[in-house]
T-cell receptor
Framework: GQSLEQPSEVTAVEGAIVQINCTYQ??????LSWYQQHDGGAPTFLSY????GLEETGRFSSFLSRSDSYGYLLLQELQMKDSASYFC???????????FGSGTQLTVLP | EPEVTQTPSHQVTQMGQEVILRCVPI?????FYWYRQILGQKVEFLVS????????KSEIFDDQFSVERPDGSNFTLKIRSTKLEDSAMYFC????????????FGEGSRLTVL
């Protein structure tokens, strides 16, 4: 089976930096993705790590360590609009499907 | 910008009724998926579809569920006899390559079973 663990809630203030960790156990692992979801709307792709290391996209960065089965999403210069749920998801299996974690609710305070 | 479209946005049905949820994936995408999300919970994988057949399905996707790609554009999820616990948001998603972790999601169809 597959399992992913991420914190259920994180709170930070505007302008701060926050890191959301994700640990996983899976077979047939290809990579780790991160998605953002506002108020139950469509999950929106943020980043994908197929290889170890850091991927940077604007204010968001994502890191993967395959040997540690661990990754994180780093959000810098937090804005109020970043308040949302963030899901890590492993890409695995013959069908290359994504299996999502339970999500981290990020609240950004003024 | 191309997008995945889903209809209906909300459907209310009586327990035991059949429901068909429709999706139009992005036109050049080859991999299609259905996910569901019960209110306040995580996004759960239901089924993947590639090359006109199911490539993988989860334990949730039992005999009550079926998928079809009846033509070159539509991708449907049918629930034959709905149960109360089928109430959820159902998301269709697609991607162009198998190797990418970038999935494009539709806005979802909210199903309420009474």
């Amino acid at each position: 089976g597959q399992s992913l663990e991420q914190p259920s809630e994180v709170t930070a203030v505007e302008g701060a930096i926050v890191q959301i960790n994700c640990t996983y156990q899976t077979s047939g692992f290809y990579g780790l993705s991160w998605y953002q979801q506002h108020d139950g709307g469509a999950p929106t792709f943020l980043s994908y790590n197929g290889l170890d290391g850091l991927e940077e996209t604007g204010r968001f960065s994502s890191f993967l360590s395959r040997s540690d089965s661990y990754g994180y999403l780093l959000l810098q210069e937090l804005q109020m609009k970043d308040s949302a749920s963030y899901f890590c998801a492993v890409l695995s299996g013959s069908a290359r499907q994504l299996t999502f974690g339970s999500g981290t609710q990020l609240t950004v305070l003024p | 910008e191309p997008e995945v479209t889903q209809t209906p946005s909300h459907q209310v049905t009586q327990m035991g009724q059949e429901v068909i949820l429709r999706c139009v994936p992005i036109s050049n995408h080859l991999y299609f998926y259905w996910y569901r999300q019960i209110l306040g919970q995580k996004v759960e994988f239901l089924v993947s579809f590639y090359n006109n057949e199911i490539s993988e399905k989860s334990e949730i996707f039992d005999d009550q569920f079926s998928v079809e790609r009846p033509d070159g554009s539509n991708f449907t999820l049918k629930i034959r006899s709905t149960k109360l616990e089928d109430s959820a948001m159902y998301f269709c998603a697609s991607k162009v390559l198998g190797s990418t972790g970038e999935l494009f999601f539709g806005e979802g169809s909210r199903l309420t079973v009474l």
